[in-house]
C-alpha cells in the first residue's frame, strides 16, 4: 500500500528484449537496490538514487547476449515514465532544477524544465568505447529515453573532463540533484509554475 501524499511509481514493462521491474519514491532517502546486469550502469543509478534522495528498486532481465543498447535504453523509457507518474499533477514544484557539478577534473551542467515538453540536449565528449561492460554511446540515448519518458526539457553539457568514468559518473549525480530541485515543493507556488495554468 503506497504511504499517503509519498510521491512515487511502480512500473514494469515486458517485451522481446527486455523485462523491467521498477519502483521509484521521489520523496526518499537515497535508498537503492538495483541489478540490471550491467556493472557500471547499476553504480551510475546507485549515484542516481543517493545524490537525488530517491528511493530506487530496479529489476532489469535483458538480451545483454547482443548488447547493452535495449536495456540501457529501456531502463530509462521506464525511468521516465516512473518520474512522470511519481510527480502526477506537479502542483507546488519548483518546476526547474539546474546544478554545475564536478567531479574529479570533470565539470558537468544539468539543467531541467518539468514542461511537459521532452527535448534533449547533449553535450558530451568520450574517449573510449566502453567502461566496464557499458558502451559510452549509450549515455546519450539513456537520457534521450529519460526526457521523452518524463516530458522534461533535459540540458546536460560537459564543461571539461578527460576521464570518461568521471564524465558519466559527473552526468548522472548532475541530473539527480537537478531533478530533487525541480521536483521540490514550494509552499509559495499554491497551484502549477505554468501561466497556463497546467504543465
Keep these: 500500500m503506497a504511504e499517503k501524499n509519498v510521491r512515487q511509481a511502480e512500473i514494469s514493462r515486458k517485451t522481446n528484449e527486455t523485462d523491467i521491474k521498477m519502483k521509484l519514491v521521489i520523496d526518499g532517502t537515497g535508498e537503492a537496490d538495483i541489478d540490471t546486469g550491467i556493472g557500471f550502469f547499476d553504480h551510475m543509478l546507485n549515484s542516481f538514487a543517493r545524490h537525488g534522495l530517491f528511493d530506487l528498486t530496479l529489476k532489469v532481465r535483458g538480451d545483454l547476449v547482443v548488447d547493452c543498447h535495449h536495456t540501457i535504453e529501456d531502463v530509462g523509457i521506464v525511468l521516465g515514465e516512473a518520474i512522470k507518474e511519481a510527480i502526477g499533477d506537479k502542483k507546488a514544484i519548483r518546476r526547474y532544477g539546474d546544478i ?14 518539468l514542461s511537459g515538453r521532452p527535448y534533449l540536449v547533449f553535450d558530451g565528449n568520450f574517449t573510449s568505447d566502453r567502461v566496464g561492460y557499458f558502451d559510452t554511446q549509450m549515455v546519450k540515448e539513456f537520457f534521450y529515453a529519460v526526457s521523452y ?17 568521471h564524465i ?26 505554468s501561466t497556463k495554468g497546467t504543465l
Design 100 to 113: 554545475t557539478l564536478p567531479m574529479d577534473e570533470a565539470l558537468i551542467l544539468c539543467a531541467i524544465d
Design 149 to 165: 519518458g518524463a516530458g522534461m526539457n533535459l540540458h546536460i553539457r560537459q564543461i571539461s573532463g578527460e576521464n570518461d568514468h
Design 168 to 193: 558519466i559518473e559527473g552526468m548522472f549525480k548532475a541530473f539527480a540533484k537537478a531533478l530533487d530541485e525541480a521536483t521540490m515543493k514550494d509552499s509559495r507556488i499554491k497551484s502549477v509554475l
